[in-house]
């Protein structure tokens, strides 16, 4: 079955940037996806990618894509506190079957 | 526009009761997910819905647990004599008609079983 895979703590510093990483297994996936998750809060849909597109760019963030390793990357350039949070990776097919990894729970110190 | 909303946020029950949770699509939107979030732990597929019918509940337990989306008023899961491992934060998500590809959450009910 459908397997995504992420590391599930990172810390870095304010200001610097971080990467959180993803990798996945089903190769068919069409979009992948970034969602950010606050402490007692729902899921908030950060970015997408379509799986034809290496590289997507929105303000800090920047999504990779190597649809040939299945690895899915997100930076958030100049990190802030206010980044903190858990980032989950999501994979689906046209739409449906979403399958998101465990989360990532990012720590920016100050 | 509002989001997804569900509600209630915070459920308390004790074990044997029921658990209804409810979640009211954004506007516009006509298919309905259900996830699961046990602590620690990422989300995992309940079931999906459009209005009236089940298209998708392979993620459903094959007991206590059920789902609907009628023609009027909210989603509702239903979770029937609850045990503690159903403990967890339940997220309903909506998508609009057409292309599916992003889903849209509402804030999540908390359930603790005592």
């Known amino acids: 079955g459908e397997d995504v895979e992420q590391s599930l703590f990172l810390s870095v510093r304010e200001g610097d940037s971080s990467v959180i990483n993803c990798t996945y297994t089903?190769?068919?996936?069409?979009?992948l996806y970034w969602y950010k998750q606050e402490p007692g809060a729902g899921l908030q849909l950060l970015t997408y990618?379509?799986?034809?597109?290496d590289m997507k760019q929105d303000q800090r963030l920047t999504v990779l894509l190597n649809k040939k390793d299945k690895h899915l990357s997100l930076r958030i350039a100049d990190t802030q506190t206010g980044d903190s949070a858990i980032y989950f990776c999501?994979?689906?097919?046209?739409?449906?079957?979403?399958?998101f990894g465990p989360g990532t729970r990012l720590s920016v110190l100050p | 526009n509002a989001g997804v909303m569900q509600n209630p946020r915070h459920l308390v029950r004790r074990r044997g009761q029921e658990a209804r949770l409810r979640c009211s699509p954004m506007?516009?939107?006509?298919?309905v997910y259900w996830y699961r979030q046990l602590p620690e732990e990422g989300l995992k597929f309940m079931v999906y819905?459009?209005?009236?019918?089940?298209?998708?509940e392979s993620g459903m337990p094959k007991e206590r647990f059920s789902a609907e989306f009628p023609k009027e008023g909210p989603s509702i899961l239903r979770i029937q004599q609850v045990v503690r491992g159903d403990s967890a934060a339940y997220f309903c998500?909506?998508?609009?008609?057409?292309?599916?590809?992003?889903?849209?959450f509402g804030a999540g009910t908390r359930l603790s079983v005592l």
């Open positions: 999501a994979e689906s097919l046209y739409g449906q079957n979403f399958v």
């Open positions: 506007k516009g939107h006509s298919h």
């Open positions: 819905l459009q209005k009236e019918n089940i298209i998708d």
């Open positions: 990618i379509f799986s034809n597109m």
């Open positions: 089903d190769s068919s996936s069409t979009y």
């Open positions: 998500a909506s998508s609009p008609e057409g292309p599916r590809n992003i889903q849209y």
